[in-house]
């Protein structure tokens, strides 16, 4: 990437500076950012894995059951229509860097049969409790896997902005610091020698006079 260029002025040099420092601080604000967003995904990461064994057995017990049920009571997919819709979650957030991380409030409902009981046993009561654990743990999973997908998202974008920082911007505001203070000190040289100059041609010129 080319730098852009800057005329040297003490003015510009000055604005340089300043928004180099500004620049320093981004950088520390993004790294910041991005370890403690780090530190908050590591604190989930072994929550998902977990979960993800401990619903892979529920769901395996479930279909197990739904299997029996199914070879006692024939195909009941008319019975498992009338299991009413759960209405029970409720989805709040709480900020983390400025990453809004989900937290499900699942109110547990009260456990009951929808469906008449001369038509069931008790193979499909127990499938049915089954699928009511996995749809509870299916919620917790959906929460830290949210989770997880955020705080790793926003890690990428803030690693990205940091990197953009430390190895473009502030390189490139150091290179103008440096170009410019290079040239004011040139100029300030060039100057002082011209001063001489101009003194030393006065002083002969004097000498001259003196002498005449």
Do not use: W
Not at 35 to 52: A, C, F, G, P
Not at 87 to 109: A, C, D, F, H, L
Not at 130 to 138: A, G, H, I, L
Not at 155 to 174: M, Y
């Amino acid at each position: 990437m080319a730098n852009k260029q800057v005329f040297p002025t003490k003015g510009n040099l000055i604005a340089t500076k300043k928004s180099n420092d500004l620049a320093h601080m981004g950088y520390e604000l993004m790294d910041r950012k991005r370890n403690i967003l780090t530190r908050e995904m590591m604190s989930l990461l072994d929550d998902v894995k977990l979960l993800r064994d401990k619903i892979t057995i529920t769901y395996q017990k479930a279909y197990y059951a739904l299997q029996q049920a199914n070879m006692s009571l024939g195909v009941i997919s008319d019975m498992v229509e009338a299991v009413p819709v759960d209405t029970g979650i409720q989805i709040s957030y709480r900020s983390v860097m400025g990453v809004e991380i989900p937290k499900i409030q699942y109110e547990k409902q009260e456990y009951k049969l929808t469906y008449g009981l001369d038509h069931a046993n008790s193979k499909l009561d127990y499938a049915y409790r089954c699928f009511y654990k996995v749809k509870e743990m299916t919620v917790i999973l959906a929460e830290v896997e949210n989770s997880v997908y955020r705080l790793a998202n926003a890690i990428r974008k803030a690693q990205k902005r940091a990197n953009a920082l430390k190895n473009i911007v502030i390189p490139d505001f150091e290179h103008n610091i440096k170009f410019i203070t290079d040239a004011l000190e040139e100029k300030e040289r060039e100057e002082f020698s011209r001063q001489k100059v101009i003194k030393a041609t006065k002083d002969r010129r004097k000498a001259e006079e003196s002498a005449t």
